[in-house]
């Protein structure tokens, strides 16, 4: 149903189906947002559970839109993922994300800062160079990647050669949404990472559902007896904390809390946090 217009580009005809169409207009918007300075880097603190202190935080990205004001990641990464286009995103937060570390630097509040990777990034060979160029200026500890299961059991071999670079350079790893993904234990041993974050269902739903409960525990265990740190991620109520407290979790992340901030904000909320 595509057919040339007098300029040799495709003129689409009605009959094109509307999602597709609306994806079309979707890239195009996406691609102007990152020229048109619209994607927003919000923080996330993550709380050593023990000491009672900031450990870390995760950026997230926003996209302050013109019209539809700020649209959460879920409406558009899946999509940036599908196209490809998910990759000038990442280039995007790890630029962001390195001057948002220097800055909270120079204030003499700098904390490692998470940025999370998609299966896309993790296809791509150039890679572990091209976060070396972006975040240039910061040292590579300061900066972890978080990386889910899924995107990592898709194609387990270059994933691991991938991560074993950036390991390699210096760079924190650590895997994110853990127990949702088709993860396997024998990639997990192979893998250098420092860090597994447990996904919010289970910390969430643990102080009602024993399972979770049960899941959450042995999460830390496998974690530590692996040698990794361990994160839990929906962390909501104060009796939360005290349970993630006894169970041995080292860090926590949550609305209780705090919600994603804005970066510039970030240092504001460090400021004044207490316990
Ligand atoms: P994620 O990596 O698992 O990030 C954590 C999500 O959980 C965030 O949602 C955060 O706001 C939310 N969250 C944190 N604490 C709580 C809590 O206590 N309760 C509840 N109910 N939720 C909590 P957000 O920011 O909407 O991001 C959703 C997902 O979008 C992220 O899940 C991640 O998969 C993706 N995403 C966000 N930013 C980026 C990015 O820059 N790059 C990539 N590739 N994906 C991103
Ligand atoms: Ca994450
Ligand atoms: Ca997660
Ligand atoms: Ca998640």
Redesign the pocket.
């Known amino acids: 149903t595509a057919k040339r217009g007098q300029s040799g580009c495709e003129v689409y005809a009605p009959s094109m189906d509307a999602a597709s169409q609306e994806s079309l207009s979707l890239l195009s918007e996406l691609r102007h947002a990152i020229d048109a300075g619209e994607l927003r880097?919000?923080l996330?603190p993550k709380v050593d559970l023990h000491r009672q202190r900031i450990a870390g935080a995760?950026?997230?990205?926003?996209w302050e839109h013109p019209t539809r004001g700020l649209v959460?990641?879920?409406e558009f990464?899946p999509f940036?993922?599908q196209t490809g286009f998910?990759r000038q995103?990442?280039a995007?937060?790890l630029h962001a994300s390195a001057q948002t570390w220097i800055n909270l630097q120079r204030e003499g509040l700098a904390v490692p800062i998470s940025?999370?990777?998609?299966t896309r990034?993790l296809m791509d060979q150039d890679l572990p160079i091209k976060v070396a160029d972006l975040v240039a200026g910061v040292p590579p500890s300061a900066l972890c990647l978080?990386i889910?299961e899924s995107a990592i059991m898709d194609d387990p071999q270059r994933a691991l050669q991938t991560l074993e670079q950036l390991h390699a350079l210096g760079f924190k790893l650590s895997i994110?949404?853990f127990g949702t993904g088709y993860s396997s234990l024998a990639y997990l041993k192979q893998l250098s990472v420092d860090e597994l974050?447990i996904?919010?269902s289970f910390?969430?739903n643990m102080e009602r559902d024993i399972d979770d409960a049960k899941i959450v525990r042995s999460t830390i265990e496998l974690a530590h007896n692996l040698g990794l740190s361990v994160v839990a991620?929906?962390?909501?109520t104060a009796k939360a904390w005290t349970l993630l407290q006894t169970l041995g979790c080292d860090q926590g992340?949550?609305?209780?809390?705090a919600?994603?901030m804005p970066g510039e904000q970030f240092a504001q909320w460090l400021r004044t946090w207490q316990p």
């Open positions: 880097l919000f996330q995760e950026a997230l990205v926003r959460p990641p879920m990464i940036a993922e998910i995103i990442t995007w937060m940025v999370n990777l998609s990034d978080e889910t994110d949404d974050k996904d919010r910390v969430m991620e929906g962390l909501e992340q949550g609305y209780l809390l919600r994603p």
